[in-house]
């Protein structure tokens, strides 16, 4: 069973704080994503990787900066959080030849 | 880059009805469309995809239908239950990214 974990569940920030979200996968998939999720937004993606030390921007990719520096893990960093951050952040990773996303629980984050 | 619009945001059915959510793309490049359907409080999971090269796939009360001349699919859920009351995303994939629409609230009621 694949299994994508994030690391905090909830968190709550203060504006100009640097905040990290990590990502784990146990697939060995090659490809990891990182979404926002607002009501009416739907799923807009921020930034992806599909290699170790690869990345690529997304949609939205302003203010976010990302880390692959193992196939497993992906992270995701505010440098300086912002109200308009505050969300909910869904992990997600993929094989390399099938489309299937597998999210993981999500994150959400309140930035005061 | 692709954009993905989705139609419509609220979808109201009584048990045994059946349910269509629409969706557009705009970039003819793109050569997968999956549905994802999440329940409240849940992670997001797939229910049924479909690739380019095929016009319609079914899966039990699910069925997807894709017109790549309109750019448009369509996902349809025939006697719908309770438990298919959730949010459903649809997507679009164009060279490795999945673009999704704003999602569906699909509320069935009994």
């Known amino acids: 069973d694949v299994k994508v974990t994030q690391s905090s569940r909830y968190l709550v920030k203060r504006t100009g704080e640097k905040v990290f979200l990590e990502c784990v996968q146990d697939?060995?998939?090659?490809?990891m994503f990182w979404y926002r999720q607002d009501p009416g937004l739907g799923l807009r993606l921020i930034y992806f990787?599909?290699?170790?030390?690869?990345?690529e921007k997304g949609d939205i990719p302003e203010g976010y900066s990302v880390s692959r520096e193992k196939k497993e893990r992906f992270s995701l960093i505010l440098e300086s959080a912002s109200t308009n951050q505050t969300s909910m952040y869904l992990c997600?990773?993929?094989?390399?030849?099938?489309?299937?996303?597998?999210f993981g629980e999500g994150s959400r984050l309140t930035v005061l | 880059g692709e954009n993905v619009e989705q139609h419509p945001s609220t979808l109201s059915v009584q048990e045994g009805d059946s349910a269509v959510i629409k969706c557009t793309y705009s970039?003819?490049?793109?050569?997968?469309f999956p549905w994802y359907k999440q329940e409240l409080g849940k992670r997001p999971q797939l229910i049924i995809d479909?690739?380019?090269?095929?016009g319609e796939k079914k899966d039990q009360r699910i069925a997807v239908t894709l017109n790549k001349t309109a750019k448009h699919f369509s996902l349809h859920i025939t006697e719908t239950q309770p438990e298919d009351s959730a949010v459903y995303f649809c997507?679009?994939?164009?060279?490795?990214?999945?673009?999704f629409g704003t999602g569906t609230r699909l509320l069935v009621s009994p």
């Open positions: 997507a679009g994939r164009s060279f490795q990214k999945l673009v």
């Open positions: 697939m060995d998939h090659e490809n």
């Open positions: 970039d003819s490049a793109s050569n997968y």
């Open positions: 997600a990773s993929s094989g390399q030849n099938t489309g299937e996303l597998f």
């Open positions: 990787s599909y290699d170790v030390k690869m990345k």
């Open positions: 479909i690739r380019s090269n095929v």
